[in-house]
């Protein structure tokens, strides 16, 4: 059941009017036999995937729970301290168990192809090449299981005793194919509880689903044939078309990314259950720190608090820190432990876009910048430069710069190969030239009139929903707080756009989402 498909959206509606049509008590189940139901149409392997990571999970996060609410019984004081430590080592080894277990079957499902390949290029070996189906949304179940088992290990929240329950929180369906990474602590409580009806969400979950459908569909899925020829065939054209290419693909995956987020963010509201934001109009970034603060915003939280704070506070780094504040002035010591972690954070970044050295590129080009800008205050303060300008130029300057490297960055994100991506940077760069725009544009990549008509109105208003947002306005609460006639002539608008171009269009074809199989 493709999530782009008009079967997915029914299906969907009918699983709320079914929620809302049962008890509250029994509402949690028919959301689970719904999670079920929609990962089944994916086939059984899939689902047998996603069954033994929930089983596996389920049953060390028992285990966990169970050592983290040991008390000693011992007499003495000493024997008391013995036990906990040796209670502490059986926790960190059960967990670290566990976490082995969830991420390599992850490695092996998403990078044992590419690893067999490597090994017999490299060593001249013949390996056979494993073929392994990847399972729907599986980079952001592991993910979500794995921060459950540490936030037990951490004290955060209690495993929960239900299998049912805990299944429910890890294959419910509006989150499966490409997040939000939810925390346990705040979406299960209201997948458990049961939700009342409420017309405010209703009319916020159908609104946020159509604007994420026509972002999809009007946007994405338009531009992705263009951006697929261009970086298949960049030597055929000249750099301007090629900036042009990775420009188009920062659109492109910004609107299928998002708009699936705001299509399952919808569908979630209309049960009443809210999750995570997962975007923060990222192209108003006035740095790129900035940027990836607005961009998968659960993954970089998930990034933070799992990989960077641990690295930043283990005893290696900490020795390190140490040595830095001897040997160098306190306000460089203070960014060269932060900076190296974030380097860090980023190359893992990379390696989980996916195999290549391709994508490791694009996490070290931006884990590059990340580290490089920590030291942009300690660097001012030694050349005795003015703080940085905060006026309206300077922002807007910021805005550019961050855009560009964020554009620089998608030559090999989306690329083929590290060959490609760096063949494509350079027709950029060394054959620039505007000659056969118009033609490469046009006749060749196929930029007709029919696909300005529906990117450009589209893309106009997009922008408008996130200036007014970055400016403080709620776009959707301001649209249920007009007249009804206001807003029946635009929830019309907007319906009668979706059925004209995309429904009841017979030409448009639904592409799958990007980070759907990641």
Known sequence: MPITGLSFLLFALAAVVLYYLFPKRLRQYVLLAASILFYLTYGVRMAGYLAATILLTYL???????????????ETKEERKRQKRANDRKKRRVLALSLMLNFASLALLKYGGFLASSVNAVLGTELPLPHFLLPLGISFYIFQTSAYLIDINRGKHRAERSFLRYALFVCYFPQLVQGPINRFADLQP?????????WDNIQHGFLRMLYGVLKKAMIADTLAPIVAKIYGGYAAYPGIICFLGAALYCIQL???????????MGISRLFGISMQENFCRPYFSVSLSDFWRRWHISLGEWMKDYL????ALSKPFGRLAQFCRRHMPLDAAKCIVPSLCTFLVFLA?????GPGMANIAYGLWNGFW?????????IRKCLRLSPEDSKKGALVWGVVRTNLLVIIGRYFSNASSLRSALGMLKQTVLHFGVTRVHAALFTELGFSLSVLWKVVPMLGVVFAVSFAAERGTDVARWL?????????LILFAALLTVVLFVYGNAGYTPIAYVYENV
Do not use: H
Not at 190 to 198: A, I, K, M, V, Y
Not at 254 to 264: E, K, P
Not at 308 to 311: C, E, R, S
């Open 308 to 311: 960077f704070y641990p690295l």
């Open 254 to 264: 910004y609107c299928d990314f998002s708009g699936g987020i705001d299509l399952m």
């Open 190 to 198: 209201q997948l458990t509880e049961g939700n009342d009806f409420s």
């Open 349 to 353: 970044v990379g390696v989980w876009q």
């Open 480 to 488: 249920c707080e007009r007249k009804w006639l206001v807003q029946f």
């Open 370 to 378: 990340m580290s490089l800008a920590m030291f942009r205050a300690p």
């Open 60 to 74: 060390f996060g028992l285990w966990l729970d169970r050592l983290a609410a040991f008390r000693p019984a011992a």
